[in-house]
T-cell receptor, first 113, second 113 residues
Framework: AQSVTQPDIHITVSEGASLELRCNYS??????LFWYVQSPGQGLQLLLK??????LVQGIKGFEAEFKRSQSSFNLRKPSVHWSDAAEYFC???????????FGPGTRLSVLP | NAGVMQNPRHLVRRRGQEARLRCSPM?????VYWYRQLPEEGLKFMVY????????ESGMPKERFSAEFPKEGPSILRIQQVVRGDSAAYFC???????????FGEGSRLTVL
């Protein structure tokens, strides 16, 4: 069965520091991979997605993620974090048909001034 | 192009009452998904629908919960005889056919007194 793990429940970084949020997945076919961000009381906004092709994908707000098939990972990175990046981040995996879309448990990011 | 529209944004019900949550997908999207998010938790899949069909309801509780996506009008998530444990944020997402990418609404927050 498909699953997503995000090993870090809560991460705290200083503003301006680099960030990496980890995501590992289990999926029986070629996965579609996503990162979403959720601010308190809000819905989910898509940061970036990987369907195929270049394994390094660029997203909005300066985020990027790298797909590593050998490690079943899709880690999210940002070179310099801004205070407004404080939010909950969810990794997700799904298939082209839209079925079996599964979210990880989320990583809460706190940013210190 | 309007995004996924959910209403009401906030709903308060007393135990034993019914809750109806509505979701209008983005224009051109024929797939609708419902997720539940309990406080301080991630998103749990409930049901996946296409027009007039339930494709996957493996995440729906067996009793009191039902969902529909009629040929005309929004998708409805219905919770009968609500209990305090139903208090949560309910998110709807939509996707176009064969795209695999979900677009989320702002959520409906149900509080059961």
């Amino acid at each position: 069965a498909q699953s997503v793990t995000q090993p870090d429940i809560h991460i705290t970084v200083s503003e301006g520091a680099s960030l990496e949020l980890r995501c590992n997945y289990s999926y029986g076919a070629t996965p579609y991979l996503f990162w979403y961000v959720q601010s308190p009381g809000q819905g989910l906004q898509l940061l970036l997605k990987y369907f195929s092709g270049d394994t390094l994908v660029q997203g909005i707000k300066g985020f990027e993620a790298e797909f590593k098939r050998s490690q079943s990972s899709f880690n999210l990175r940002k070179p310099s974090v801004h205070w407004s990046d404080a939010a909950e981040y969810f990794c997700a995996v799904g298939g082209m048909d839209g079925q079996n879309f599964v979210f990880g448990p989320g990583t809460r990011l706190s940013v210190l001034p | 192009n309007a995004g996924v529209m959910q209403n009401p944004r906030h709903l308060v019900r007393r135990r034993g009452q019914e809750a109806r949550l509505r979701c209008s997908p983005m224009k051109g999207h024929s797939h609708v998904y419902w997720y539940r998010q309990l406080p301080e938790e991630g998103l749990k899949f409930m049901v996946y629908l296409q027009k007039e069909n339930i494709i996957d309801e493996s995440g729906m509780p067996k009793e009191r919960f039902s969902a529909e996506f009629p040929k005309e009008g929004p998708s409805i998530l219905r919770i009968q005889q609500v209990v305090r444990g139903d208090s949560a944020a309910y998110f709807c997402a939509s996707s176009p056919p064969a795209r695999g990418e979900l677009f989320f609404g702002e959520g409906s927050r149900l509080t059961v007194l």
